[in-house]
């Protein structure tokens, strides 16, 4: 069970039409080109890339059972986000998720994790509770935001836990990150670690990454797979090379205020022809004109650079 929670997961953009609905087409398209895609393991449905904070529960549903149904019919997973501020939501949210083309749910912590010194009994409780319920993989995710962040003692409790199959670790804190991966090992835990962090992605597989879960990888997909694929073959340098060649885009899309990086990734792939409009929902503002531009751009230099780079192989191979 736990091997299958390993590679690259797309965290997907949810595409609404300029009005503001769910664009069902847009997101069917969208979901089938991604899991067409080699080196892709699975979809990650309403994650924050997904806007799942500002999606109604009944949209919610929809996006899951079409991204789901999208990513089996290429033979990937679905791992569909809930954020629950109770024990009784989730079991309630995930008992629905369980009818539905759904691979395993991935938990944004409850908004109580984060009120004042939270100990690691609480936790893991929250998490017993839920995984009694459920036969459901559960997926725990680390918020790039201190006052949520999971200590190491208290992940490898939680991940002695039955289903609880794999861990996005996006804390953007490399100490943090280390550690954890050291306490998982040293305690045995099968638990997979999917990295989420853009400022060292590639050197997360050295650390102990089989994986991972980024929402930079709605875009140059082809590429993060290939960085996935060396990561979880041992070649670090290859991964940390072409991490490199990805910054410039990463530094764009995530600039500051990073809120708005979902309507960076939308403005590019409309202009790629794979969703039909960029509409973003607030309380996200958008973007400029000017940062559209900046941004396609952007984008454009790195696929130019990824053509010749092919285009002079075939002309080395061809010698």
């Known amino acids: 069970m736990y091997s299958k929670f390993e590679g690259l997961f797309i965290p997907t953009v949810t595409p609404f039409d300029a009005n503001g609905a769910l664009d069902l087409k847009s997101i069917d398209r969208l979901t089938r080109h991604q899991t067409s895609i080699k080196g892709v393991a699975g979809l990650v449905s309403c994650a924050r890339i997904g806007e799942g904070t500002v999606l109604r529960p009944e949209e919610k549903m929809q996006v899951y059972e079409v991204m789901g149904e999208a990513a089996h019919a290429h033979g990937k997973l679905n791992i569909a986000t809930i954020s629950p501020q109770s024990t009784d939501e989730a079991i309630e949210i995930v008992h629905k998720l369980e009818k539905l083309p759904v691979d395993a749910v991935m938990i944004f912590p409850p908004l109580l994790f ?62 943090l990150f280390s550690e954890t991966c050291r306490q998982l090992k040293a305690n045995g835990r099968k638990m997979r670690i999917l990295t989420g962090n853009d400022k060292f992605v590639g050197k997360s597989y050295e650390l102990g990454a089989v994986g991972a879960l980024i929402g930079m990888a709605n875009l140059a997909t082809e590429r993060w797979a290939e960085l996935d694929k060396a990561g979880r073959q041992g070649d670090y340098q290859r991964a940390l090379a072409l991490q490199h060649e990805l910054e410039d885009l990463s530094e764009i899309v995530f600039a500051e205020p990073i809120v708005e990086a979902v309507a960076r990734i939308k403005a590019i792939l409309q202009d790629e022809g794979l969703i039909t409009s960029a509409t973003i929902r607030r309380p996200q503002l958008g973007i400029t004109a000017e940062a559209r531009e900046q941004v396609l751009q952007s984008y454009r230099r790195l696929k130019a650079g990824k053509q010749a780079a092919v285009a002079d192989r075939a002309v080395a191979v061809a010698h």
Do not use: H, M
């Open 114 to 175: 984060c009120w004042g010194k939270v100990g690691c009994e609480l936790k893991l409780r929250f998490f017993e509770d839920v995984t009694k319920a459920t036969k459901l993989p559960v997926v725990l995710f680390q918020i790039p935001v201190q006052s949520y962040w999971y200590d190491p003692e208290t992940i490898t409790r939680i991940a002695a836990l039955p289903n609880v199959v794999a861990f996005k670790e996006a804390s953007f804190n490399l100490e």
